[in-house]
Nanobody
Framework: QVQLAESGGGLVQAGGSLRLSCAAS????????MGWFRQVPGKEREFVAA????????SYADSVKGRFTISRDNAKKAVYLQMNSLKPEDTGVYYC???????????WGQGTQVTVSS
């Protein structure tokens, strides 16, 4: 099993920044990619960003390109999401996820709340 623990959420004004962290523990030897998703009440969980564990290739949702940056630390088995120029529509619960084999997101964290006030 793999455990994911997010941290770094909070309340910030529009235009501000936050940095989310996610630490993976347990049976993490099979990690193809890690990523971030977010969800607001009444809506489906949506993809935000992902990073490949082997070569750090990144991908982003169009809505966050140029504002968010995903990065990783192999030694710590951690992934980060630097969020700049935050907008009220970025508000939601942010979840860290891990895809062990490149086929589907299997493991999920408990989520951390991000609230952006206007």
């Amino acid at each position: 099993q793999v455990q994911l623990a997010e941290s770094g959420g909070g309340l910030v004004q529009a235009g501000g920044s936050l940095r989310l962290s996610c630490a993976a523990s347990g049976r993490t030897f099979n990690t193809y990619r890690m990523g971030w998703f977010r969800q607001v009440p009444g809506k489906e969980r949506e993809f935000v960003a992902a990073i490949s564990w082997s070569d750090s290739r990144t991908s982003y949702a169009d809505s966050v390109k140029g504002r968010f940056t995903i990065s990783r630390d192999n030694a710590k088995k951690a992934v980060y999401l630097q969020m700049n120029s935050l907008k009220p529509e970025d508000t939601g619960v942010y979840y860290c996820a891990l895809d062990p084999y490149g086929s589907m997101w299997v493991y999920w964290g408990q989520g951390t709340q991000v609230t952006v006030s206007s």
